[in-house]
């Protein structure tokens, strides 16, 4: 891709979010096809975690995987809410995290499913 390209696509996707923020929109990241995941992670002025995740993973009612599932996170890059303490997964520890899921309920993600350097992330509040 040229740099003109590259440049025009980083614009639509500013004017974008800038759009959907405007309305009331959570700003989530849509990387344009092709293009590689974001390499954030970390907390932002308005107190969430922005970060990648594995794409399709689960949120579930309860910080455990026995718990209703509510919802999925299709993308590779997302906002978590806060943190807390749950079942143990495969990510070695016990912690998930809260967010907004695609089809507009709220839940848990386990940690293993997102991409942060360290659980919890830092900076970002406990639930």
């Not at 949120?59 to 890059?77: I, K, P, Q």
């Not at 967010?99 to 507009?104: E, F, H, S, V």
Request: glycine share 14%; aromatic share 10%.
């Amino acid at each position: 891709m040229n740099v003109r390209r590259k440049i025009a696509v980083l614009v639509s996707a500013t004017v974008l979010t800038t759009g959907l923020v405007a309305f009331g929109h959570p700003a989530t990241a849509v990387a344009p096809a092709g293009a590689k995941p974001a390499a954030e992670c970390g907390v932002r002025s308005d107190g969430r975690l922005y970060c990648g995740n594995k794409a399709g993973a689960k949120g579930y009612a309860d910080r455990s995987y026995r718990s209703a599932t509510r919802g999925t996170l299709t993308g590779t890059f997302s906002w978590f809410a806060c943190w807390g303490h749950g079942d143990p997964h495969p990510g070695q520890n016990d912690i998930w995290y809260w967010t907004q899921l695609d089809n507009g309920q709220w839940g848990n993600v386990p940690a293993v499913d997102v991409s942060t350097g360290q659980d919890p992330a830092p900076g970002l509040r406990q639930c």
